[in-house]
Every structure is written in structure tokens, then in C-alpha cells.
């Protein structure tokens, strides 16, 4: 279980997104039972996490449109007309890192404001 780093609701009025660690989630207003997965980045193997979601947010007008953020500081720019499940991005924001300097738990730890 992960705690909920963001919530934002959508331009449409109707639908809002949540963000954990490791997923987004797609809701509707009017259902708090079910919710669909729009990003997904838990590996199959814990061990090879390199970097957890720290925001996600709507687009202030294009409801299709959605961002968030991650550990390694990277924006990605999501369009949920290409695609049900967001995993690859419209657009992705970075600058390089030093990779000598990370590991798993220093990836987690920076996540979380101190």
C-alpha cells in the first residue's frame, strides 16, 4: 500500500486523477469503487525501481492532457487520446543525472520532502 502524493481534478468537471508512488489513477465522481489505471511504473522486480512519482496534474483546460512528475526530476507530458495506459509519454522533460551518486533507497528517500 502506497500513500497518495497528489490529487487534481479534472477540467471537465467530472473525472480526477491520484498518484502514488508507482501508479496514476483515472476516477469518476460519481463511482468511488472503480478507477483505471493510466501509469503504471512498478517493475516486476522491486529491486530494479529507479525512480517513483512524486506529482501528477491535470492540464488546466485540455482535459486529455495530464503531467507528473518523478524522483530522478523528469516532467512527463501525458495525452490520454493516444492511449488507455499513458506508460509512454507524449513528451518527456529531464535534465542528465549523475548516476554514479543513486541507488534504491536514495531514489525513495529523495522523494519525500524532509
Known amino acids: 500500500m502506497y500513500h497518495i502524493n497528489s490529487i487534481s481534478l479534472n477540467s471537465d468537471d467530472e473525472t480526477y486523477l491520484s498518484a502514488?508512488?508507482?501508479?496514476i489513477n483515472l476516477w469518476h465522481l460519481d463511482s468511488t469503487t472503480e478507477c483505471y489505471n493510466v501509469v503504471?511504473?512498478?517493475?516486476?522486480?522491486?529491486e530494479e525501481l529507479t525512480e517513483v512519482i512524486t506529482a501528477a496534474k491535470?492540464?488546466?483546460?485540455?482535459?486529455?492532457?495530464?503531467v507528473y512528475s518523478s524522483?530522478?526530476?523528469?516532467i512527463r507530458l501525458?495525452?490520454?487520446?493516444?492511449?488507455?495506459?499513458?506508460d509512454q509519454h507524449a513528451k518527456m522533460f529531464e535534465e542528465?543525472?549523475?548516476s554514479t551518486t543513486?541507488?534504491?533507497?536514495?531514489?525513495?528517500i529523495s522523494s519525500y520532502p524532509m
Not at 102 to 108: A, M
Open 20 to 23: 502514488d508512488d508507482l501508479r
Open 40 to 46: 503504471d511504473i512498478k517493475p516486476v522486480n522491486m
Open 58 to 66: 491535470f492540464h488546466p483546460q485540455h482535459c486529455n492532457y495530464f
Open 71 to 74: 524522483s530522478k526530476g523528469t
Open 78 to 86: 501525458c495525452d490520454m487520446r493516444a492511449q488507455a495506459l499513458c
Open 96 to 98: 542528465p543525472e549523475d
Open 102 to 108: 543513486k541507488s534504491f533507497f536514495s531514489e525513495i
